[in-house]
């Protein structure tokens, strides 16, 4: 079945410094890829999506390139800020289970 | 615009209670999910529906949970009788579109059950 792997939390981090978050899926077909973002008490938010081989989603900052031969979707930022604390969740959608597939999620902190 | 609304926020409740968790969908979307978020497990997904039908209930943990949506404005998620096991977050989505194209899924804040 289908899967999403990612690196283990937290991640701690300086403010200012580069955010790698490693992301690694198992799929039937050609899935689509998101990263979602969930702040302190509340539900999660998309942040990116990438629907084909090579395309790269980016928001705010973050971006992710979609990677098949690797089947990767690492998150990455140049620049975090304290803000950028949160849960991160890498996922993947196919139109076989019509229906996301979560990774674990990877805590980030960011301090000053 | 309102996003998807949940009530109670936080419920607590004793072992053996039936808990009733609500949700209101964003107004004319037409799918609805329900999570579970826990520190052991992550986030599960629970049940499903799609124009009000359910179509993935392999989620659901065991026959003390039952999900439903009698229209398109509301569902309900109950767990009879709970258990200390249950305590989580519990999350609603809802999304707008096919049901096998992607349809990004609004979150709802969740509501967090304890069961003692």
């Known amino acids: 079945g289908d899967s999403v792997t990612q690196m283990e939390g937290p991640v701690t981090l300086s403010e200012e410094a580069f955010l790698t978050i490693n992301c690694t899926y198992t799929?039937?077909?050609?899935?689509?890829l998101f990263w979602y973002v969930q702040y302190p008490g509340e539900g999660l938010q998309l942040l990116l999506k990438?629907?084909?081989?090579?395309d790269k989603g980016s928001n705010k900052g973050f971006e992710a390139t979609y990677r098949k031969e690797t089947t990767s979707f690492h998150l990455e930022k140049g620049s975090v800020q304290v803000s950028d604390s949160a849960v991160y969740f890498c996922?993947?959608?196919?139109?076989?289970?019509?229906?996301?597939?979560f990774g674990t999620g990877t805590r980030l902190q960011v301090t000053l | 615009d309102a996003g998807v609304i949940q009530s109670p926020r936080h419920e607590v409740t004793e072992m053996g209670q039936e808990v009733t968790l609500r949700c209101k969908p964003i107004s004319g979307h037409n799918s609805l999910f329900w999570y579970r978020q826990t520190m052991m497990r992550g986030l599960e997904l629970l049940i499903y529906f799609n124009n009000n039908v359910p179509i993935d209930d392999s989620g659901m943990p065991e026959d003390r949970f039952s999900a439903k949506m009698p229209n398109a404005s509301f569902s309900t998620l109950k767990i009879q009788p709970s258990e200390p096991r249950d305590s989580a977050v519990y999350f609603c989505?809802?999304?707008?579109?096919?049901?096998?194209?992607?349809?990004?899924?609004?979150f709802g804040p969740g509501t967090r059950l304890t069961v003692l």
């Open positions: 989505a809802s999304g707008l579109g096919d049901l096998n194209l992607y349809n990004e899924q609004f």
């Open positions: 990438a629907t084909k081989a090579d």
């Open positions: 799929a039937t077909g050609y899935p689509s």
């Open positions: 996922a993947l959608f196919t139109g076989t289970a019509s229906k996301l597939t």
